[in-house]
């Protein structure tokens, strides 16, 4: 994962917990481009709602612990804003630099040495989702470990900056891209998550 800039303003959300939400959109994930200025651009600011930082998948045959394949967790989301390419409109653009860390466990029941991993980055103004893309990696999980942690590859997205600079009129929810039963089970056997922010 490239370094991030240390004139720019860097986040990390820590994830301590279960946890999924709903949404709906569409958001563009840019490629990295040479965007480098002296001041970054305020991030947005973002959640990770607790219902969607954790995805436990099972074999189908039950919901016990034999029948488990593969539990992920959201451990952080780290990344950093500069300055991006204006839009079509020449208005100035933000972009945001994404990855998350995760924790990935085998179960019992899991016959493939992958795990295919959902997750989804939707923006938010005034409360209303007003784009969202989801993401997919496939994270090697070998037969010889039971618990593993790995980072996604660092993200690209350029949102409009805004009247303020300073200040990001937008948000983020980040996390894992749940289906309806994925959805019901956190909602019915996990805790509630606890989370911990950090902005530099």
């Given amino acids: 994962m490239p370094a991030f800039s240390l004139s720019s303003r860097i986040f990390s959300r820590l994830v301590a917990g279960l946890g999924s939400l709903m949404l709906a959109g569409l958001l563009s994930g840019c490629e990295e481009a040479d965007t480098t200025h002296t001041f970054a651009p305020a991030c947005p600011r973002f959640d990770i709602p607790g219902q969607v930082a954790d995805r436990i998948t099972y074999d189908g045959k039950g919901l016990d612990a034999a029948h488990r394949l593969t539990s992920t967790h959201i451990l952080a989301v780290q990344g950093d804003c500069r300055t991006g390419p204006q839009d079509e409109q020449k208005r100035p653009m933000t972009r945001v630099r994404i990855s998350l860390n995760l924790q990935l466990e085998r179960g019992p029941a899991a016959t493939d040495d992958t795990v295919t991993v959902p997750y989804f980055v939707a923006i938010i103004q005034d409360g209303a989702i007003v784009d969202k893309k989801i993401f997919t990696e ?10 593993s942690r790995s980072s996604t590859p660092l993200r690209f997205i350029d949102i409009p900056t805004g009247n303020n600079p300073q200040i990001s009129p937008y948000s983020m929810a980040i996390g894992l891209q749940l289906n309806h039963p994925e959805l019901d089970y956190n909602r019915s056997h996990l805790r509630a998550a606890q989370f911990h922010e950090h902005v530099q």
Avoid: D, K, R
């Fill in 138 to 147: 496939t994270i090697n999980l070998p037969p010889t470990v039971s618990i």
